[in-house]
């Protein structure tokens, strides 16, 4: 049986991504409630209890700012931000100036965020992304790794470098297509003087409502998400060897997983270059584009 206290706890989450679907952005909590929340969870409240309405919707703080604050026990209790399988919101297309602005806002915050000291304080840059916010498709990756920190872009390394080849061959240009990552900073090497690490979960949950913003000021036609690291923060799923070539959905949104460019660096052999150009085919297929014959036999050993 749910306590009362999870029965308030589901009631408010649904609250919450009930106005979040109608578009909302902010709520205001009091002082006395966020005081309140901080307290350790009353688990022998009775299940009978009648759970109060959650705070009435005020242009203060953003709703994912209060999920974040809010004591760590009710913190953990929420998802990461709206999960990917709930469904796109169901709200009119902001106009092209709202859009800008809308992102610009949202590239600002993520600029100056300081969730993560070790990572705030580790990094040159914060790497929000690049390409068209119009953009029909885009690609989701791990995390900004080196050269990506110094360029303030994502995938401009020799991972990236093969990213851009691929998305050349599919006849896009990158300004075509938005490219973001899971992580906006990267992750720290602390005693290392070169290498990556992958995100912890709890980086990824802190930083992952700025990648969930993104997606829904986009809307793209279709999401890629490069390697493993961007399945479990997009969809929780692990496993990518089985879970790339099959198509996926992210809140309403076509997605097909794929391989990790560094990982074909890794791994040159021409049917895992193969594998991968047989997921964007599918790509292109979804989004109507026409594929040449040369470029369905790419890969494949004549
Ligand atoms: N790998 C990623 O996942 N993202 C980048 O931006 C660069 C390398």
Redesign the pocket.
Known sequence: MPTAYDQLLDATIQHLEDLKAHGVRFVSVSPESLGALAQPVPRTVQSTAKPTPPAAPAPHSAIHNVKSEIAPSIEMALPLALPGGTPPPPTAPLSPEAKAAAFAKLRARALACLKCPQLASSRRNV?FGVGSIDAGLMFV?????A??DEQAE????K??QLLTKIIETMGLQRGDVY?A?ILKCRPDTPGQSAG?RKPTPDEMKTCIPYLHEQIDLIRPRVLVA??G??MEGLLNKTGIAKLRGHWHTYRGIPLMPTY???YLLRNQALAEKRKVWEDMLQVMEQLGMSISEKQRKFFLRS
Not at 141 to 145: D, R, S, T, V
């Open positions: 790497v990756g791990e995390a900004p790794g050269d990506e994502p995938f401009v390394g991972a990236g490219i990552n990556n490069l390697g690291t961007a990790h460019p560094a």
